[in-house]
């Protein structure tokens, strides 16, 4: 399906929009701390993969153009594609997607309950409308269709 093309001055707004969320979570109180033990990054070992909404694609999709990407890399152990596989660290850590900043793996603390977080998924999913998205989609098609339809711009 061809998806509408984001203009820029859109984006930054988006963009903008998008981290605040981000923000708003990282103030949240918790007992949980990403200590990058990266287990939630393996999909096949998991079975559980993140889904974006357009928002948090745009984010991701802008971040891993400043990495000089233009596509999304291949993965072949079927961990995420943005698991950089000489490093192993996340190529976008700092603009990784929400169920990335909210799946807590057991080491962590255990993931955030939908309740606890509602209101933020609720902002993201209002974005997407705005965005003309189509609601959460996977990781990989997501991140695909924002490279794409978004300009390496603002
Ligand atoms: S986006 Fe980054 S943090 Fe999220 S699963 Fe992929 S490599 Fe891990």
Redesign the pocket.
């Known amino acids: 399906m061809k998806r509408q093309r984001i203009l820029d001055q859109d984006l930054q707004r988006v963009l903008n929009e998008v981290h605040e969320v981000y923000a708003d979570l990282s103030l949240r109180p918790t007992q949980r701390n990403c200590v990058r033990v990266?287990e939630?990054?393996h999909?096949k070992l998991t079975g559980r993969t993140?889904y974006l909404t357009k928002g948090e694609a745009l984010v991701?999709a802008k971040a891993l153009r400043a990495t000089g990407r233009t596509q999304l890399p291949e993965n072949p152990t079927g961990?995420?594609?943005?698991?950089d596989s000489a490093s192993g660290n996340?190529?976008?850590?700092e603009s990784?997607?929400f169920?990335?900043r909210t799946h807590f793996c057991a080491a962590a603390g255990g993931p955030y309950a939908r309740r606890e977080v509602i209101d933020l998924i609720r902002r993201l999913e209002a974005i997407d409308v705005d965005v003309a998205g189509s609601g959460p989609r996977l990781?990989q098609n997501a991140i695909t269709d924002a490279l794409a339809n978004s300009s390496g711009g603002p």
Do not use: H, N, Q, T
């Open positions: 990266k939630c990054c999909f993140p991701a961990a995420c594609p943005l698991l996340c190529l976008i850590y990784r997607p169920g990335c990781l």
